[in-house]
């Protein structure tokens, strides 16, 4: 069983289109994560979800909007794709929020990845 | 300063070696901290968790958090060709309750 899964895995589209990237997670965590990592391969948080809820809001162009229908989906859409935006975009989970200072459910568990490529 | 310094590498060693990796940190607040292996085009895979300073064994893997230092390092005893990878350490703490990577070393173990 996939913990936590992504679709599609590769994207390859133009600029300008707008594109959306599906996340689930079934390991009953509340928070939810997407980070981007470039062609460094450096993870740059992007977005946080706890319980629906946004608590992280990176400094992300707001072409970028996630959608939290429940707490096991966070979905990625983004608008008006720019060639700046080809990098692997992965979706996490933990068993609690960012904010938590003790205990353990920090840990964080990651997507497989979707590669975006923007020509 | 960067608030988490990973030597990027690349790191080679035969097969059986001892491979140590390390990260530095500037932010005293950190207590919490992970390692993450990610084989190429995968996603991260979480290897090991502390909480605050210590160390911490599974199998051939040793955590260890030396907070006076702000040093944490990796030990892979008996490495393996499969341990060929990329190793991230990750963090968080105090104020700063976003996940922090470092920029990841890149191992190859030859058999």
């Known amino acids: 069983d996939t913990a936590v899964s992504q679709t599609p895995k590769y994207l390859v589209t133009q600029m300008g289109n707008d594109k959306s990237i599906k996340c689930e997670q079934n390991?009953?965590?509340?928070?939810m994560y997407w980070y981007k990592q470039d062609s460094k391969k450096f993870l740059k948080i992007m977005f946080s979800y706890n319980n629906k809820e946004l608590i992280i809001n990176e400094t992300v162009p707001n072409r970028f909007s996630p959608k939290s229908p429940d707490k096991a989906h966070l979905n990625l859409h983004i608008n008006s794709l720019e060639l700046g935006d080809s990098a692997v975009y992965f979706c996490?989970?933990?068993?609690?929020?960012?904010?938590?200072?003790?205990?353990?459910?920090?840990?964080?568990?990651f997507g497989p990845g979707t590669r975006l490529t923007v020509t | 300063q960067k608030e988490v310094e990973q030597d990027p590498g690349p790191l080679s060693v035969p097969e059986g070696a001892i491979v140590s990796l390390n990260c530095t940190y500037s932010n005293s607040a950190f207590q919490y901290f992970m390692w993450y292996r990610q084989y190429s085009r995968k996603g991260p895979e979480l290897l090991m968790y502390?909480?605050?300073?210590g160390n911490k064994e599974d199998g051939r893997f040793t955590a260890q958090v030396d907070k006076s230092s702000k040093y944490i390092s990796l030990f892979i005893r008996d490495s393996q060709p499969s341990d060929s990878a990329t190793y991230l350490c990750?963090?968080?703490?105090?104020?700063?309750?976003?996940?922090?990577f470092g920029k990841g070393t890149l191992l190859t173990v030859n058999p």
């Open positions: 502390t909480y605050s300073s």
């Open positions: 996490a989970s933990s068993q609690v929020g960012p904010r938590r200072t003790s205990g353990s459910g920090n840990e964080q568990y």
């Open positions: 390991l009953g965590h509340d928070t």
């Open positions: 990750a963090m968080k703490g105090g104020s700063n309750y976003k996940l922090t």
